[in-house]
């Protein structure tokens, strides 16, 4: 008997060890690395790659409006506008206002989602065939050189402008020739589905777009909420104006938008630790993470010091995440830890193997990184270091839009 009771000991005790080492394994799983499941993907155009060229903001805009017309049913995912037709007419009008302000703006490659915007209203837009991103011979846009020449037309017109004299026009033709010689002419027309449209004709007929369905939205505490006014940042060089919400109506907006088919233009700072280059976006809580490892200092003995820094930062596998109020985010944007680093397009939601929600964005950096130039940005990443966001304001909640008056 006592055999017998010693065998069942045995075999519960390998038992409870079997159940403990599955339990370890089931843990390692949850840290081993970020796994998605999407809850809501709506369409997007193709990835795309703005090279060395600091025009995220057409990139990003262009591809939202493409999405909106294939919401509209007026095109498919194969759509794809000229970005190199909008960056031309925002050169020239940014370089005209430059000289009338003796060369106090940022007359540099930058831009903001509402350029894109005023562009398809003001000059329409034609398909990326008629005005190709890259030159005959190119493999890779590369802006460095067009603006090293344009940075030196531009610096000369800041003095001549400073001096109080006759401006000649001149100028202008210059700057136009530039731009031509590097980006290429405009074209006056565009042929879509047979028809011949103009290019202002081509938004409103070819594409089904209304300018004004597009309004900016934004989070600050320095301007009064559900009021309008221009984010003081160097590439909003128009000073457009943005609707100025709290941050959790701004993420309701963000959410409502997917849900109902919508998405998202979005300007966040990218210059955090968290927004890696393998297709995260996270914002760490980097004291928990650290007392966490100090809890447990023997398995780091002999490690690489990188590993732990990963660790601490959540770059390989889902961690604890600080907790963003909106006086947080209002020191960001004050103290300029916070800026506006890069434009992309929210086009969708999901969650990683914890539960957490994620944004899915289009980028436009190639189809680079671990998930092809797509990232996900936490619902944290994205409610702390969101700059503003550019919507179709029928996707906007209608007790928010009423607050606003739109």
């Not at 065998?7 to 799983?29: G, H, P, Y």
């Not at 630790?273 to 780091?300: C, H, L, M, Y």
């Not at 209002?330 to 397009?345: A, C, S």
Request: some cysteine; charged content about 25%; glycine content about 8%.
């Amino acid at each position: 008997m006592k055999t017998i009771k010693y065998l069942f000991a045995a075999v519960a005790l390998i038992c409870v060890t079997a159940m403990n080492v599955n339990a370890q394994e089931k843990a390692a799983d949850k840290r081993a690395g970020y796994e998605f499941t999407t809850v809501k993907a709506n369409p997007i155009s193709a990835i795309r790659n703005q090279g060395s060229s600091g025009t995220c903001w057409c990139f990003s805009t262009t591809s939202f409006l493409e999405s909106e017309a294939i919401r509209l049913g007026k095109a498919d995912t194969t759509l794809k506008l000229s970005t190199m037709y909008s960056i031309f007419y925002n050169y020239m009008e940014k370089m005209q206002k430059f000289v009338r302000l003796d060369g106090y703006l940022n007359n540099a490659e930058g831009g903001s989602f509402e350029d894109v915007i005023h562009t398809f209203e003001d000059y329409g837009v034609v398909q990326e065939q008629d005005m190709p991103d890259l030159q005959k011979g190119e493999t890779r846009i590369n802006f460095r050189e067009m603006s090293a020449i344009t940075a030196g037309l531009s610096e000369s017109m800041k003095k001549n402008a400073g001096k109080g004299g006759k401006i000649s026009q001149k100028y202008l033709d210059i700057y136009k020739n530039i731009l031509e010689t590097y980006i290429g002419k405009v074209p006056e027309s565009t042929t879509y589905r047979g028809v011949v449209y103009t290019p202002k004709d081509f938004v409103t007929k070819g594409l089904g777009l209304n300018m004004d369905d597009y309004v900016s939205l934004t989070s600050f505490t320095h301007h009064p909420f559900y009021t309008q006014f221009a984010i003081e940042v160097p590439d909003n060089w128009r000073w457009d104006l943005s609707y100025n919400i709290p941050i959790d109506e701004l993420m309701a907006v963000m959410f409502n938008a997917i849900e109902k088919g919508y998405t998202v233009a979005w300007g966040s700072d990218v210059s955090e630790v968290g927004f890696t280059r393998n297709g995260i976006a996270v914002v760490p809580d980097v004291e928990a993470n650290t007392k966490a490892i100090g809890s447990d200092q023997e398995r780091w003995v002999g490690k690489d010091p990188n590993a732990k820094m990963a660790e601490i930062n959540n770059l390989n596998h889902p961690g604890k995440e600080m907790v963003i109020t909106q006086e947080m985010r209002q020191e960001g944007y004050d103290n300029k830890t916070t800026t506006d680093d890069h434009g992309m397009q929210i086009f969708g939601i999901a969650t990683d193997q914890n539960g957490t929600k994620y944004f899915m964005v289009k980028n436009s950096w190639g189809k680079t990184g671990k998930y092809n130039g797509i990232w996900y940005a936490s619902e944290t990443f994205v409610k702390f270091k969101t700059m503003n966001i550019v919507v179709n304001k029928n996707s906007i909640p209608k007790e928010i839009r009423k607050k606003l008056g739109i």
